[in-house]
């Protein structure tokens, strides 16, 4: 059975779009995670996963690529777009603990979250332009309807730890994928421009949301064989439409080659994720970045796959892989 959370989310999660609109910074934030943004170049985010892939050869011929890839990768990717100062992208990498949900959040967020808030305040009195959140700041002072700094505060705080969760969990679903498939992975290396197309069969394949989207009907409709009536609550599974059999052939495999049909990773219609397309582009950087640097990736032996439990985004514990 579904059950509400004790707490309820913060304004700055819930009603980020809100907020921004009635600031007038809303199309400014679209932009700012835009494959068009200006503030780190998909040059720079081949850069830092080749720095982290380096570090990660010269300590030996194995290591974890999430605890030492996919969380820092996407804390300076995150921290260099929204202008955050460098000891904030050194810090932003445990973070991922802020996407906590049912028992573990009712124990953790409680302290973690304002806490978290009162450090990320220090951080946003010394940003560094350019960066998103920098041109924010400057925007708000001259809005008509500014948000008062705890607002802005909040707001900056959601984006930074929402860059450092989804990115991270996919690009680690990504590089299990790989470690897991050597074949697929020289596939890769000997047709790169193959790789879009394992970056969009990832999104519907990898299971990534560990809640639901939730709707209250406001009319009585026919979903298949259930009938839902007005006032009745609906919880939407992302993951399990994106392996709908009636949709995907053998939806539970991972098929490069499949034939391109739609999938929801994010979202659809007035709700769709303005940062997708910059996801994918800086994404199938890391991953060329990856199949370049370990040309003999694969799990380590005898590696089991722990996902860690009670978070509203699915991640691996880890991927312990050799080169």
Request: aromatic content about 6%.
């Amino acid at each position: 059975m579904p059950q509400e959370e004790n707490g309820a989310p913060p304004l700055a999660v819930v009603g980020t779009m809100t907020m921004l609109r009635r600031a007038g910074l809303r199309d400014e934030v679209i932009r700012g995670v835009s494959p068009r943004q200006p503030y780190v170049s998909l040059d720079r985010v081949r850069a830092v996963a080749d720095d982290l892939l380096d570090a990660m050869i010269r300590r030996g011929d194995c290591g974890d690529l999430v605890e030492d890839f996919a969380l820092p990768w996407a804390a300076r990717v995150t921290g260099e777009l929204l202008g955050l100062p460098e000891e904030a992208v050194a810090e932003l990498g445990g973070w991922f603990g802020l996407m906590a949900v049912g028992p573990l959040a009712d124990a953790h967020l409680p302290t973690a979250w304002p806490q978290s808030l009162a450090v990320f305040q220090t951080w946003m009195n010394d940003l560094k332009p350019p960066g998103l959140l920098p041109h924010l700041v400057r925007l708000n002072e001259r809005s008509s309807r500014p948000l008062a700094p705890d607002e802005l505060t909040g707001i900056a705080h959601m984006l930074a730890f929402s860059g450092l969760a989804n990115p991270s969990a996919f690009l680690a679903a990504c590089c299990l994928a790989l470690a897991r498939d050597p074949a697929l992975a020289q596939r890769l290396r000997t047709s790169p421009d193959l790789v879009p197309r394992m970056v969009a069969e990832m999104y519907r394949w990898a299971p990534l949301l560990g809640d639901s989207i939730t709707r209250i009907a406001l009319e009585d409709v026919a979903l298949g064989h259930v009938r839902v009536r007005a006032g009745e609550l609906v919880m939407i599974s992302t993951d399990a439409a994106n392996r709908d059999p009636a949709v995907y052939r053998e939806p539970e495999r991972l098929d490069i080659d499949r034939n391109a049909a739609p999938h929801l990773r994010f979202g659809q219609g007035k709700h769709y994720c303005p940062g997708a397309a910059l996801n994918q582009a800086q994404t199938e950087a890391a991953l060329h970045a990856l199949l370049a640097r370990m040309p003999d990736l694969r799990l380590a032996p005898g590696a089991a796959i722990a996902w860690r439990e009670h978070h509203a985004v699915l991640m691996p514990v880890g991927v312990p892989a050799q080169w």
